[in-house]
């Protein structure tokens, strides 16, 4: 991604004056002296503050000072389930407000960045998947650490152009809020015909004829507790694909391969309810009636599928949970774990409602069915225009929205500019220049006998290549030989070793081929050093060579140096040289992060087999080899066809 040049890049923690994370404290109701708390459910997927489902604690004047949050301060979710981890939204209450310990306060500095801008750009990160591959990850959660999205690089225009920037943004909202308000107000059509239809069953000694939920379920299935990626036989409904109101939302789907047995005992048919029995606790006990939609579909582990009895209508059913007395019921059931509560179906079931006669939940049933096709009908229409509405927010926040405005107030923006680096300098801060790929800069005239600094690459790495890379340092160190990768019993020998599973247990079992692949990427770039051995059949004496990896030794600390001479003998004569590499594509890591059909360079190698990797950021998605190439020519200062590439 090629930025404007009058954009840098720096790092979150040169635009903040603080990283704050919250603090814990179980929430209750409103009373006297309380203060409300923003949770990680109080941020929309869309980057908005909702005031829906505040809870309140009681803080002392020390917890106020520390942890209180103004208009304009971004709240960043550091602690979620794997997909929702750092969504972002800026604070826009008046009042007294805290945050709790799974959200980060940043404070932005004012004079180098607009508070919008700087979260719709974490934000972007977030829709694009990069959050989840920085986040440390435990068994129901996942986490960012606030020395970790210090480090995140923000792209960073000058102040005129960010507020060019978010008055674009702001505009594209329209959609946005379009749709909530269509949402809104069906929501509050439905509850309004619930009560017309079901009130008199509600009155103030209690409820009339009253019966146990579970003597009118017929059937209840958990669903399938599979590994899902972004392909597979069956797409499967998570905890997210259900509204807090009580609709499902197909827009985010994730699949798995499942078994005979699997996809038998989790088939879904129409009326089928899908109860979420595991969330927070303000957001356990969702609830959505399936209706059946083009596609193979399944439902993951937190969700609960329910059959009624014929006496018993889904839709009336789905509205009471979705009600008022409903919500307050699942609440008080919801059993508190440490980060997540729970219902189980045992629990849902002794949950009592009224049940009225048949004939007249089928007259709400009918007014259920036309709501829902009204409302489909409604959003199909928003469809385009909010996909329209993301890739206006993407092009804005890369500076292609801007361009016409950029050349029209070119001496504003050059005065900006100097103005800002004049400041970041003031502050001590490495600015990246948005031109060079790499987060570094190799100078021409560079002593090839300098050893150079290889912590920015180590700050690169994802948590789990961190743990690799330290697990397969002290392996080899322990063993005293390279390991043999290729070698199935030496590479199980490996990823059994005590070592390594204490490294990394948190990311699951089976996660060889992920340890295997991540190993080739630190090769790839420079931190371990990849070997051919030899290896003998014992049984036939037929000698093979077979891939390793190993540490890299003290005078192995220079790869750069291959670079800089490389650079020297081009400016004796660029236009008499071409430069061949071989490229080495991986397509499933940028699909895995939402950059589907780019890639990302996982080896560049010439001729000699000499490793180029650092021409370019290794974590860089790529539509197409003349974007790479063009790329690479930038870092040697050659014209893009003195450049070949061969793909692998």
Known sequence: ?????????????????????????????????????????NVTPDGKISMEGIKHITASEKELARYSLAVGDVVFNNTNSEEWVGKTAVFDQAGEYVFSNHMTRLRARR???????????????WSMGYTKTRA????????????????????????????????????????????????????????????????????????????????????????????????????????????????LDLSDLKYASLSKKDIGSTELQDGDLLFNRTNSKELVGKCA???????????????????????????????????????????????????????????????????????????FAAFVRAVEELRTQMFSKLTAFTQLQEVVSQQALIGDMTAQWREDHADEVAEAAYTRDALLSELGTNIINSRAKAVFAVSDQADATVRPARDWLLSELSEFQRQVLAAFTEYCQKSGQPLLVEDPDEFSRFCDDDVVTDCLQSFGETIGNRIRRSLSQLSAQGLIAKVTLPKQDPESGERDYLKAFRPLRPEEFTRMNDVQALRKVLSAGVDQLRYFFEVQLDYETSERTGAREMFQVTSLEDDDGKDFIHLIDH?????????????????????????????L
């Open 289 to 363: 009636i399936w209706r059946p939609v083009p596609g193979a579909f399944s439902f993951a582990s937190y969700l609960v599928r329910l059959r009624l009895k014929p006496e018993m209508l889904p839709e009336y059913l789905w509205a009471t949970l979705n009600s008022a007395y409903g919500k307050y019921r699942l609440f008080n059931s919801a059993k508190q774990a440490v980060s997540m509560a729970n219902v189980s179906p045992t629990d849902l079931g002794r949950l009592t409602v009224p049940l009225p006669p048949r004939p007249l939940q089928e007259k």
């Open 136 to 247: 440390k990850r435990w068994v129901s959660q996942s986490g960012v650490e606030s020395d970790t999205l210090a480090s995140f690089k923000i792209p960073l225009p000058t102040l005129p152009e960010q507020q060019r920037i978010v008055d674009v943004l702001r505009q594209a909202e329209v959609v946005a809020k379009a749709k909530q308000s269509i949402s809104k107000q069906i929501d509050h059509l439905v509850r309004t015909a619930y009560w017309e239809h079901f009130g008199a069953w509600y009155t103030a000694e209690g409820m009339i004829d009253p019966v146990r939920i579970s003597d009118w379920v017929a059937d209840s299935q958990y669903g399938v507790s599979e590994a899902m990626e972004g392909h597979g036989t069956h797409a499967v409904l998570r905890m997210n694909s259900i509204t807090t109101s009580g609709w």
């Open 111 to 125: 004079e180098l960045v607009i508070p919008e801008y700087l979260a719709g750009y974490l934000q972007l990160l």
């Open 619 to 647: 974590g860089q998605h790529y539509a197409s080899l003349d974007d790479l190439r063009a790329d690479i020519a930038r870092s040697l200062k050659v014209d893009a066809e003195q450049v070949e590439l061969e793909a």
């Open 1 to 41: 991604m090629n930025l404007p040049e009058t954009w840098v890049q720096v790092t979150v923690r040169a635009l903040v004056e603080d990283i704050q994370p919250g603090f814990a404290q179980k929430p209750g109701e409103e009373d006297d002296g309380t203060t409300p708390q923003i949770r990680t459910h």
